[in-house]
């Protein structure tokens, strides 16, 4: 049974936004750290992932350097849903997107690998 499934990837042009959505179950949404990973298409999701953001219980974020300033993540613990706001696309952001969740501390982007559960991906493409 699927817990996290992502949804709101598409193609846009570069300068570009979009939206991520990650429907969580309330286990998943709670849990000490919640963020976003990308890989290119073809790579295994169970290794080698860049981490995009992080957002610990506290509501606490991290963000890869390559994403500060234009990318947001945020929870909506109510809903049980996790957001990634991402703007001024770049052809360099074109991936699959993977809503992930994990029991580590402390929940940042370096600590990636240490996410245990994963959504299917969602594919975003942007064009130049």
């Known amino acids: 049974q699927v817990q996290l499934v992502e949804s709101g990837g598409g193609s846009v042009q570069t300068g570009g936004s979009l939206t991520l959505s990650c429907a969580a179950s309330?286990?998943?949404?709670?849990?000490?750290?919640m963020g976003w990973f990308r890989q290119a298409p073809g790579k295994d999701p169970s290794n080698e992932r860049e981490g995009v953001a992080t957002i610990g219980l506290d509501g606490n974020t991290d963000y890869a350097d390559s994403v500060k300033a234009r990318f947001t993540i945020s929870k909506d613990s109510a809903e049980n849903i996790l957001y990634l706001q991402m703007n001024n696309l770049q052809p360099e952001d074109t991936a699959i997107y993977y809503c992930a969740s994990g029991h580590f501390r402390p929940c940042t982007v370096p600590n990636t690998n240490y996410f245990g559960t994963w959504g299917q991906g969602t594919q975003v493409t942007v064009s130049s």
């Open positions: 309330k286990y998943y949404i709670n849990s000490p750290c």
